[in-house]
């Protein structure tokens, strides 16, 4: 009882009937696959262009957010309490904001009639466009994940390293990412998952054109309005989505790295 607390036991029903929800229509998009053909329509022509360049675009937004997510976590993990709080729900609305809206605002940005469209840039309907709407939309699970981890590490082995002689890059590189390691790891996991599935923003900023921009979200959406991949293609990609998804929370959930701990990185910059 002590384990399994004290509410109310009809509270299961609910639970039940909301695990059913979010359950059974995966149940029914796996019941859906052509086992006999799903070989093939896997690795047909379209169905590769939009896994190469799914995976491909993501692989790049990912480094894209690494470079960019790192510094901003540890700027909003070591700012004070007030700027921290601003700073955290900038990066949150891209997570409550509808990916519709998140391309359109790319657009009305880098597009000719955008704010710098007097660049000349012809960054909308290309498949850099395709990674800057995956960047945008992906960051947020980079930057909470790393701040959180930064934050609880704190600062103190930071200011021993840094008693010891350690200079400001040796403490970045061999105490504070080591310490944050696991947020880091977890970040970009997710990071990347959340990239290679952007529909919305890429569907508005960059396009649908097969081998440029059609991603495997794009290419699934495609074939259930009558063109591209075949419905039995985009039933394959749906289920190799989901896959996907799912070793990446197993990946999240049961990694746990043998880290250095504090002392020992500490030690090691002495």
């Known amino acids: 009882m002590r384990q399994r607390g004290y509410a109310p036991p009809i509270l299961v029903v609910p639970a039940l009937i909301g695990l059913a929800f979010l359950v059974l229509p995966l149940a029914a998009l796996v019941g859906k696959v052509e086992w ?130 350690a200079g400001r890059w040796t403490i970045f590189w061999r105490v504070t990412l080591p310490l944050a390691g696991p947020g880091l790891l977890s970040g970009v996991i997710l990071c990347f998952a959340r990239a290679i599935g952007e529909f919305g923003a890429t569907a508005l900023f960059a396009g649908n054109a097969p081998g440029v921009t059609r991603t495997m979200p794009l290419a699934i959406y495609t074939a259930f309005n009558g063109a591209g991949v075949t419905q039995a293609s985009a039933v394959a990609l749906s289920l190799l989505l989901l896959v996907t998804a799912i070793a990446v929370l197993l990946l999240v959930r049961a990694w746990r790295p043998n880290a250095p701990s504090a002392q020992t990185s500490v030690e090691g910059v002495g």
């Open 36 to 165: 006999s053909t799903l070989w093939a329509d896997i690795t047909s022509a379209e169905a590769l262009d939009a896994l190469r360049l799914s995976f491909t675009t993501g692989l790049v937004a990912t480094a894209a957010c690494l470079i960019l997510g790192v510094p901003l976590a540890l700027l909003i993990a070591r700012a004070g309490g007030r700027l921290a709080s601003v700073l955290r729900a900038i990066i949150t609305v891209p997570l409550v904001l509808p990916p519709m809206v998140g391309g359109l605002s790319l657009l009305f940005l880098f597009g000719r009639a955008g704010w710098l469209g007097w660049t000349g840039w012809q960054i909308p309907f290309s498949t850099v466009a395709v990674i800057m709407a995956q960047a945008f939309v992906a960051l947020p699970f980079l930057v909470l994940a790393l701040e959180g981890a930064l934050r609880t590490s704190g600062v103190a082995y930071e200011q021993t390293a840094a008693a010891l002689g």
